[in-house]
């Protein structure tokens, strides 16, 4: 193996002969490329098992829902040890690695669409104007707390779907909105509701999870809309079980979590004509990794991911966030805008889309 002379005098500055410097710039050069070589491999793999095995498999499903960023540190480490042994063809490979765990692995969006400009909201939307949908999660409040009116103020969108939004079921006016809510979800909508059905969820409760699912059929402009919010059970209990070396525990969330988002969506098929403008959002507690994700919503779009830029968290913790609430539409929507906005007072933060309708 040829050992450029540059490496050989770095290492023979520090007081080796001549011929042990050549010897250890070359093995130098062999640690660089197995470094490398691993963590290139350990990328390919780790993307693999994240796009193909989250929700399957335990293992895969922890990399989901973890911390997704530790994957970039070995990389930072050998980028500057394959460009300071004149490894090139090893730097390329590490930066190639590193822009794939920085974006399709961390999951960044860089989307600059703007297919329709984005309006202001407003109480008299124009048909096939533009309209602003936000779904939040806000974290067991009562529908009447005053933290609620202050929250959809800031949002300002023109329907709003907040989970875990308690207290007495309520249909009618509240806060300038059109209001129903039950099950822990309120719908708000500044168009006129025309019907609204949500299902009993009693079934996904004795299972401990959430199968919470609201359908309301909203009056745009003289043409009717189709608007689903839904909060899914959450990943929290088999994570819990892995701490105490229960895997089963894991795979049992996983079944329950599966079934859960296959309900929902028979549900919201039955519910809503084939064609009909829909817009599904809420707290789905999936990334969109995940292959439940993928069989029961895959065939919608996701906003974020068509006109949004950035990671887009709306879960945080103290060392990562991940992006678990979503808003879908079909194909009868553009998107011009959306954004992740302030979440105070919650552990997630909401998410707000400018879509148009098509026609």
């Not at 490496?7 to 093995?27: D, E, H, I, M, Q």
């Not at 042994?85 to 794939?100: C, E, P, S, V, Y």
């Not at 969006?109 to 602003?132: K, N």
Request: charged share 20%.
């Amino acid at each position: 193996m040829a050992v450029d002379g540059a490496t050989v005098a770095r290492v023979a500055r520090v007081g080796y002969s001549p011929a042990v410097a050549k010897s250890l710039a070359g093995r130098m050069r062999i640690a660089v490329a197995v470094l490398c070589g691993l963590y290139v491999v350990g990328t390919v793999v780790a993307v693999g098992l994240l796009f193909v095995l989250a929700d399957v498999h335990w293992a895969p499903t922890v990399l989901a829902f973890g911390p997704r960023w530790p994957l970039l540190v070995p990389g930072l480490l050998c980028l500057p040890l394959a460009l300071a042994t004149r490894r090139w063809k090893w730097a390329i490979a590490t930066g190639a690695a590193l822009l794939a765990t920085a974006g399709p692995y961390m999951g960044f969006a860089a989307s600059w669409a703007a297919a329709a400009p984005s309006a202001d909201a407003s109480d008299d939307v124009p048909a096939g104007g533009a309209l602003r949908f936000a779904t939040f999660n806000l974290q067991g409040r009562d529908v009447l707390e005053p933290y609620v009116a202050q929250k959809l103020k800031a949002l300002d969108a023109d329907v709003v779907a907040l989970t875990e939004c308690e207290g007495e079921q309520h249909r009618g006016d509240l806060a300038g909105y059109h209001t129903v809510n039950i099950y822990g979800l309120c719908l708000f909508s500044r168009l006129p509701v025309l019907a609204s059905h949500a299902r009993d969820p009693k079934d996904a409760w004795a299972r401990e999870g959430s199968g919470v699912v609201l359908h309301a059929e909203l009056d745009h402009g003289g043409t009717p809309i189709h608007v689903v919010g839904l909060h899914l059970a959450t990943v929290r209990g088999g994570l819990t079980s892995l701490r105490y070396g229960e895997i089963e525990g894991m795979n049992e969330n996983i079944e329950l979590r599966r079934w859960e988002s296959e309900v929902v969506r028979g549900y919201v098929d039955a519910q809503v004509p084939p064609g009909a403008p829909l817009v599904v959002l809420g707290d789905f507690n999936l990334p969109v990794e995940s292959e439940i994700f993928r069989r029961s919503w895959g065939d919608l779009s996701d906003t974020w991911r068509r006109c949004g830029l950035g990671y887009g968290h709306t879960k945080r913790t103290r060392w990562f966030g991940v992006r678990i609430d979503h808003v879908l539409t079909n194909d009868a929507w553009r998107c011009s805008d959306i954004e992740v906005g302030d979440g105070r007072g919650s552990d997630h933060d909401p998410v707000i889309a400018t879509l148009t309708r098509d026609g």
